[in-house]
């Protein structure tokens, strides 16, 4: 059974960092393209960042600059390192992962950025 847990949310300060983890219960080699999204209060789930298993990543415009995403093969692990954090960041997060026409989806992991 396929399986993605995050974890890393938390509260932080405006202009702060955080750094959130993926980690798959197969190896990341499985999926043709793993992303986080995140899904505001009141608002519908949007993409964030993206990368694929050949190429380079993505990401949304409104977070380039300041987030950055990676992976570890050898810990079947994907990042989203994030900076500079603002109010509107604040959101559930989730990551995915995609193979052919199927998605799989961790659990969210909370980030509020709030003084």
């Known amino acids: 059974q396929v399986q993605l847990v995050e974890s890393g949310g938390g509260l932080v300060q405006p202009g702060g960092s955080l750094r959130l983890s993926c980690r798959a219960s197969?190896?990341?080699?499985?999926?043709?393209?793993m992303g986080w999204y995140r899904q505001a209060p009141g608002k519908q789930r949007e993409l964030v960042a993206t990368?694929?298993?050949?190429?380079?990543?993505d990401l949304a415009v409104d977070v380039k600059g300041r987030f950055h995403i990676s992976k570890d093969e050898t810990k079947n692990t994907v990042y989203l390192e994030m900076n500079s954090l603002k109010p509107e960041d604040t959101g559930v997060y989730y990551c995915?992962?995609?193979?052919?026409?199927?998605?799989?989806w961790g659990q969210g992991t909370q980030v509020t950025v709030s003084s």
């Open positions: 995915n992962g995609r193979r052919g026409w199927t998605d799989y």
């Open positions: 197969v190896t990341i080699f499985f999926f043709d393209v």
């Open positions: 990368l694929p298993s050949s190429g380079t990543s």
